[in-house]
T-cell receptor
Framework: GAGVSQSPSNKVTEKGKDVELRCDPI?????LYWYRQSLGQGLEFLIY????????KSGLPSDRFSAERTGGSVSTLTIQRTQQEDSAVYLC??????????????FGQGTRLTVV | AQTVTQSQPEMSVQEAETVTLSCTYD???????LFWYKQPPSRQMILVIR??????QNATENRFSVNFQKAAKSFSLKISDSQLGDTAMYFC???????????FGPGTRLSVLP
């Protein structure tokens, strides 16, 4: 596609439910990132995929969070047993280079998750 | 661990005027990269400008320029001839030469007033 696409744009869920957030990166981009942006805060790194390498999961806040990237393209971020503190905007970005400094990261418009 | 600080939560500027957004960071590394990203109400992050730490010359992109002071670990963004479309959140970000991800500051909300 022309840009990074994220769905849904907004998601309201009840506490304790599982949610799945989807990211479609720019075609051909090998690197994919997930970030979380809480209200009034900066971007918190969650997870990074690069090609077929093992993902860098060092930013995942708890074992309720997981992510997959199928076929080196689409990625799904799953949050199990959602809590109110999970409410945030979840941003996905993709890049065509191994090292981001050689290019720029293109971001999607994010998914606003609200846990009630 | 690296940290990025933006001490101005909110700023405003009159249209056509110049405004400077501050950013400081903390690192023990010598080679790294710095970025300014803009996030308009649409939520989409847009790269404004980037600076490689090994380059002494300050980066410039049209109306946007930076004042990079490596010794002071300062990386401010100057927006000249401000336009209404510049209204957005601005994030300063740090990338280690060895790292794979960005460390972002908390952001500065800029309002350009007509």
């Amino acid at each position: 596609g022309a840009g990074v696409s994220q769905s849904p744009s907004n998601k309201v869920t009840e506490k304790g439910k599982d949610v799945e957030l989807r990211c479609d990166p720019i075609s051909g981009h090998t690197a994919l990132y997930w970030y979380r942006q809480s209200l009034g805060q900066g971007l918190e790194f969650l997870i990074y995929f690069q090609g077929n390498s093992a993902p860098d999961k060092s930013g995942l806040p708890s074992d309720r969070f997981s992510a997959e990237r199928t076929g080196g393209s689409v990625s799904t971020l799953t949050i199990q047993r959602t809590q109110q503190e999970d409410s945030a905007v979840y941003l996905c970005a993709s890049s065509s280079a191994v090292r981001l400094m050689n290019t720029e990261a293109f971001f999607g418009q994010g998914t606003r998750l609200t846990v009630v | 661990a690296q940290t990025v600080t933006q001490s101005q939560p909110e700023m405003s500027v009159q249209e056509a005027e110049t405004v400077t957004l501050s950013c400081t960071y903390d690192t023990s590394e010598n080679n790294y990269y710095l970025f300014w990203y803009k996030q308009p109400p649409s939520r989409q992050m847009i790269l404004v400008i980037r600076q490689e730490a090994y380059k002494q010359q300050n980066a410039t992109e049209n109306r946007f320029s930076v004042n990079f002071q490596k010794a002071a670990k300062s990386f401010s963004l100057k927006i000249s001839d401000s336009q209404l479309g510049d209204t957005a959140m601005y994030f300063c970000a740090f990338m280690s030469n060895y790292g794979q991800n960005f460390v972002f500051g908390p952001g500065t909300r800029l309002s350009v007033l007509p």
